[in-house]
């Protein structure tokens, strides 16, 4: 809300760009975030939302970071690396999965011959899928939206997607709530040019590539360790340019303002090859 309430202040009109189509539960983020008044514009790709904020198409992009079943969302990751984007707020949607179809008179197993499916959904509803659906052809789709337009053009088929893309493409909802886990919930970040002041409430995210040398991840953690800081997540992504170079990426509480936080990040930045701070936002409540 501290986004709105900031463009509101300059008085100018709210563009946000979200990694789409129309009906992707990134989608439904960004209409939670901003409202449902607000002008969104959907991208094909989560590269394409960074694309249209860095080149001013976009006050705001949103995108998927992590989900709390199959981990971080690693193209994302990757995007921040290069790119001079801040991160802007975050915040947590609970994810519920639904079988989009045409309804049948023959049972499920026999009257679906191909799912359409996004990768991470489709692993989130693995093992419903292997019970329920075994003997089904799965298609890769871009998107859970995606999914549901090609299940939309084609008989015999189904997707997983949200609900809500049922109504949008004029299926039916075949099953409900097929996660495998009832506490299915993804992350996702607000991503632009601003730097939120601090709230009391905060959280900071920091990328960083460490100098390779015996005891180095341990010299790493013991910044956070010596100035308090709680570390809510850490996770390493190769660098692309040498083979076993690894980057990683932190998040942890604290505001980039906070003297604690500077004082640790100045000690970290001696074992670093590089220290990229990538924001300071209001935690997701």
Same mark, same amino acid.
């Given at each position: 809300?501290?986004?709105?309430?900031?463009?509101?202040?300059? /008085?100018?009109?709210?563009?946000?760009?979200?990694?789409?189509?129309?009906?992707?539960?990134?989608? /439904?983020?960004?209409?939670?975030?901003?409202?449902?008044?607000?002008?969104?514009?959907?991208?094909?790709?989560?590269?394409?939302?960074?694309?249209?904020?860095?080149? @001013?198409?976009?006050?705001?992009?949103?995108?998927?970071?992590?989900?709390?079943?199959?981990?971080?969302?690693?193209?994302?990751?990757?995007?921040?690396?290069?790119?001079?984007?801040?991160?802007?707020?975050?915040?947590?949607?609970?994810?519920?999965?639904?079988?989009?179809?045409?309804?049948?008179?023959?049972?499920?197993?026999?009257?679906?011959?191909?799912?359409?499916?996004?990768?991470?959904?489709?692993? /989130?509803?693995?093992?419903?899928?292997?019970?329920?659906?075994?003997?089904?052809?799965?298609?890769?789709?871009?998107?859970?939206?995606?999914?549901?337009?090609?299940?939309?053009?084609?008989?015999?088929? =189904?997707?997983?997607?949200?609900?809500?893309?049922?109504?949008?493409?004029?299926?039916?909802?075949?099953?409900?709530?097929?996660?495998?886990?009832?506490?299915?919930?993804?992350?996702?970040?607000?991503?632009?040019?601003?730097?939120?002041?601090?709230?009391?409430?905060?959280?900071?995210?920091?990328?960083?590539?460490?100098?390779?040398?015996?005891?180095?991840?341990? @010299?790493?953690?013991?910044?956070?360790?010596?100035?308090?800081?709680?570390?809510?997540?850490?996770?390493?992504?190769?660098?692309?340019?040498?083979?076993?170079?690894?980057?990683?990426?932190?998040?942890?509480?604290?505001?980039?303002?906070?003297?604690?936080?500077?004082?640790?990040? =100045?000690?970290?930045?001696?074992?670093?090859?590089?220290?990229?701070?990538?924001?300071?936002?209001?935690?997701?409540?």
């Amino acid at each position: 809300m501290e986004i709105v309430h900031a463009s509101r202040h300059l /008085q100018k009109p709210l563009q946000v760009a979200y990694f789409g189509p129309e009906a992707t539960f990134t989608h /439904q983020a960004a209409l939670r975030q901003f409202g449902q008044n607000a002008p969104l514009t959907c991208c094909k790709s989560i590269s394409d939302v960074f694309s249209d904020v860095e080149r @001013d198409r976009a006050d705001y992009g949103v995108v998927p970071i992590e989900n709390s079943t199959e981990g971080v969302v690693n193209h994302t990751l990757d995007m921040f690396v290069d790119s001079s984007l801040s991160i802007c707020s975050e915040l947590e949607m609970p994810i519920h999965l639904a079988l989009l179809g045409r309804k049948s008179k023959v049972p499920l197993a026999r009257a679906v011959k191909t799912l359409y499916a996004f990768g991470q959904p489709l692993a /989130q509803a693995r093992r419903w899928v292997e019970t329920h659906l075994p003997f089904t052809h799965v298609v890769e789709a871009g998107s859970t939206a995606q999914s549901a337009q090609w299940a939309a053009k084609h008989p015999h088929s =189904a997707a997983i997607a949200s609900s809500i893309a049922a109504k949008i493409y004029d299926l039916d909802i075949l099953a409900s709530r097929i996660e495998d886990s009832p506490n299915n919930f993804t992350r996702f970040l607000v991503v632009g040019k601003t730097r939120p002041e601090p709230t009391g409430r905060d959280k900071t995210s920091i990328l960083f590539s460490i100098k390779d040398h015996v005891g180095a991840l341990h @010299d790493m953690l013991l910044p956070f360790k010596k100035y308090g800081l709680n570390m809510t997540k850490i996770e390493s992504r190769p660098t692309r340019q040498r083979a076993w170079e690894y980057v990683f990426f932190v998040d942890f509480l604290g505001h980039r303002s906070d003297k604690k936080v500077q004082q640790a990040l =100045a000690l970290l930045e001696r074992s670093c090859v590089f220290l990229k701070v990538l924001g300071s936002y209001p935690r997701s409540e």
